[in-house]
C-alpha cells in the first residue's frame, strides 16, 4: 500500500513540475493521448459491430 501512495505522490509531483516548465508540453500530450483514447476506442466499438454482424 506504501509503494502505491509513494508512486501516486511522485506522479502528482512529476505532472505538477511538468505543468510549471513546460506547460504547452503538458497539454499537446494530453491532446495527443486523447485523440490516440478516442481512436482506440472507435476501433473498438467497429470491431464489436463487425463480430457481431459476422454472428448473424
Known amino acids: ?3 502505491r501512495k509513494a508512486f501516486l505522490v511522485l ?3 512529476f ?3 511538468w505543468m510549471f516548465t513546460d506547460p504547452d ?4 500530450a494530453a491532446t495527443a493521448g486523447a ?5 482506440l476506442t472507435q476501433q473498438l ?3 464489436i ?8
Open 11 to 13: 506522479l502528482v509531483v
Open 45 to 47: 466499438f467497429t470491431a
Open 35 to 39: 485523440d490516440q483514447t478516442w481512436s
Open 49 to 56: 459491430i463487425d463480430f457481431v454482424g459476422a454472428l448473424s
Open 1 to 3: 500500500m506504501n509503494a
Open 25 to 28: 508540453g503538458l497539454a499537446a
Open 15 to 17: 505532472l505538477g513540475f
